[in-house]
């Protein structure tokens, strides 16, 4: 019987300063990105954007941490941190949200499990006359 090999990376993926990626990144581990992404990024891991780090896409992990800029969306299951010197242009979703005073954000933001939100809340009743 064959198996699904998936290595262990215990280090992390990196793409350093003075690197540009034009493309999508997929990975199964954590991630640091300290040169610039022009594409979407998929993490299961944390995503970690540099102060020099740039992303122009779509991000979604389960833990991000930001120093550096993201120009594009962002889907966080956990925890999303914004250190002061990120900046986020585009829409945020998370399930919590920390901001250091000084970082730079301009968009939406949805934070927490939406569908129980939703779901709390009971339907309209019939209003008769």
Do not use: W, Y
């Not at 299951?77 to 998370?94: F, H």
């Amino acid at each position: 019987m064959a198996k699904n090999f998936e290595p262990e990376n215990k280090l992390p993926n990196m793409i350093g300063q003075g690197t540009k990626i034009v493309g999508d990144v997929e990975t199964n581990g954590d991630i640091r990105i300290d040169g610039h992404i022009e594409g979407n990024v998929n993490s299961k891991g944390k995503v970690v954007i540099g102060s020099n780090g740039m992303i122009k896409g779509e991000v979604i992990c389960s833990n991000a941490e930001l120093a550096g800029s993201l120009n594009g969306k962002i889907n966080v299951s956990e925890l999303l941190s914004l250190k002061a010197s990120s900046k986020v242009n585009g829409d945020i979703k998370t399930g919590k949200l920390n901001i250091e005073p000084g970082a730079i954000f301009s968009g939406t933001c949805n934070m927490g499990n939406q569908q129980t939100a939703t779901s709390q809340q009971s339907p309209p009743k019939d209003i008769k006359k």
